[in-house]
């Protein structure tokens, strides 16, 4: 049967992976930056516990580094602009898909719906339509009984704060948990990201992908040509093409 999760439960889980994106960013080190965060990779435990799960794409994060320059990976929907368009990772790349989540737990409905009238498919303009008509608490879960209307309008907040289209825009995550907790306001300095004023963004985001994935396999395509060109004199040592190991794990 389904799993109907009051609003306690679900303000909690925010919260918690909130605190567990903290950790991970602030306070591990080397800090790691989880490179795919979203709704299936928030695993609850017996009591409802949020858990973090799957760092098969998890990246260490040298603190001396403004940014990781790396391919493309994580789930269409999640992916944050600058980290979809020009492969530019930091943890501010897991703070937008925290953004997405946080309007998932709060409406309990994918961030994708085809299903759904066409303002509707897409959550975050969605999200966005109903904030700045001032209507942010029809995005709640029709299907809650009660719920905390100052701390589903807080969620909101923090998720379009979050979802921000400029990286230096998104809080960090410890102010994250600060707002979410009640300790600082949510602030209330949020624009239209610019890749939400014309919606082609829903079909360009995966065409950035693509092209981004496309770029980035053709440099390692050339890179390794020239390399094996360099070394390929009698005693050199075989190079690995990214391309033909790619069941690899990266280096991290």
């Known amino acids: ?64 580094k403004t940014h990781i320059s790396t391919r493309v990976a994580g789930t269409i929907g999640y992916l944050a602009p600058e980290y979809a368009m020009r492969g530019h990772l930091t943890e501010k790349a897991d703070i937008f898909g925290f953004g997405i989540v946080a309007l998932e737990i709060l409406s309990g409905r994918p961030n994708t719906d085809n299903s759904l009238e066409d303002d509707k498919i897409y959550l975050l303009e969605w999200a966005w339509a109903l904030h700045e008509n001032n209507q942010s608490l029809d995005l709640v879960d029709p299907n809650l009984v009660e719920f905390d ?56 985001t995966s065409s950035f992908v693509t092209e981004s994935i496309q770029a980035s396999t053709a440099s390692e395509d050339n890179d390794n040509h020239n390399q094996n060109r360099i070394s390929s004199g009698p005693g050199a040592a075989p190079i690995l093409s990214p391309v033909n190991v790619s069941d690899i794990p990266e280096e991290r």
């Open 1 to 64: 049967s389904d799993l109907h999760i009051d609003w306690p439960t679900r303000y909690n889980i925010c919260l918690a992976t909130a605190r567990g994106l903290a950790y991970l960013h602030e306070e591990s080190r080397p800090r790691i930056v989880h490179r795919d965060v979203k709704a299936s990779n928030i695993l609850l435990d017996a009591e409802l516990c949020p858990k973090i799960s799957d760092f098969g794409l998890a990246k260490l994060y040298d603190d001396k």
């Open 149 to 204: 209307e100052n701390e589903a309008l807080r969620i909101v907040g923090v998720a379009l704060l979050c979802t921000q289209g400029s990286p230096l825009m998104r809080p960090p995550m410890s102010r994250v948990v600060a707002m979410l907790a009640g300790d600082i306001e949510v602030s209330g300095v949020i624009t239209r990201p610019s890749y939400l004023t014309d919606w082609d963004f829903r079909d360009l």
